[in-house]
């Protein structure tokens, strides 16, 4: 099964490339789900919601409709005396889980989480924190990709995040590989001239794919449909709605 969606959808630029001019932000999330049946939340990198917050969310969506949740940046990105904010984390994604929309975590890692052992020790570590909760790890440096890392994912029954992007040195190559029963890719845009040079973060996101460059993904999202129960793709280059447009053209060549 394939869940196609966007990350995040609570964009200010969308209104009047995705979202109607005048609708209410309260009726965002109404409007967005009518069209996809999942959305990649990540607002929560930068802070915990409040549970009543992802309640409400759950509400405005059908019974189809899953979230996939970011862990936060604290988890990721920081890694010192951090045990509180996994047990919040988990707190604040009740409403989700009891609902039965949570269709995983993801942990972005950043660039300079490399390759050494300490670091695939926190992995470990990461993944005991959040006991049975399904997770998805994106890797930011090539380093990881290894047999081996691969074979203790599949084990850990970690699953893999595949990624689109910039072809820069020490970037992931697009790669699709499955480690668990979830199938994962995000497509970033391939702005290589501001994906780590901008003045403001979206700056990296602001790409327009070419139908040729998302026809090159059909065999290996077949590829992971083959092998997982669900596959999440998820259109990052948000700037201006254009995530949406990169969704819209897959679920075509899909169907």
């Known amino acids: 099964m394939i869940h196609l969606g966007t990350s995040g959808f609570s964009y200010d630029d969308w209104v009047g490339n995705f979202y109607p001019a005048g ?14 049946n999942t959305c990649e939340i990540n607002s929560t990198f930068y802070a915990l919601p409040k549970p009543s917050g992802l309640k409400a969310m759950t509400e405005k969506t ?5 979230f996939c949740i970011k862990a936060n940046q604290e988890m990721t990105h920081q890694r010192e005396d951090n045990a509180p904010i996994f047990k919040a984390f988990c707190q604040v994604l009740e ?7 949570l269709g995983c975590i993801l942990a972005q890692f950043p660039f300079s989480f490399g390759f050494n052992h300490r670091n695939w020790n926190y ?17 930011r440096n090539a380093q990881w990709l290894r047999s081996d890392v691969f074979d203790w994912l599949s084990h850990q029954d970690l699953g893999f995040c595949c990624v689109d992007e910039p072809q820069l040195p020490n970037l992931l190559p697009p790669l699709a590989e499955a480690t668990s029963k979830i199938g994962y890719v995000r497509f970033h845009g391939r702005n290589s001239a501001k994906w780590w040079q901008h003045e403001h973060a979206y700056e990296r996101y602001d ?3 070419t139908p ?4 090159e993904w059909l065999p290996r999202i077949q ?6 129960e669900k596959t999440f793709i998820f259109a990052n280059n948000h ?7 990169t969704i819209r053209q897959l679920r075509i060549m899909l169907d």
């Open 239 to 245: 700037w201006r709605g254009q995530a949406v447009s």
């Open 62 to 66: 059908g019974d189809n409709f899953v």
């Open 212 to 215: 040729q460059e998302l026809s």
């Open 23 to 36: 609708m209410p932000k309260r009726e965002w999330l109404i409007y967005y789900a009518r069209e996809f």
């Open 207 to 209: 790409y327009s794919y």
């Open 95 to 101: 409403p989700i889980i009891t609902a039965g929309k």
């Open 123 to 139: 992995l470990g570590l990461f993944k005991e924190r959040l006991g049975e909760l399904p997770v998805v790890i994106e890797f």
């Open 223 to 228: 590829k992971l449909n083959s092998i997982t």
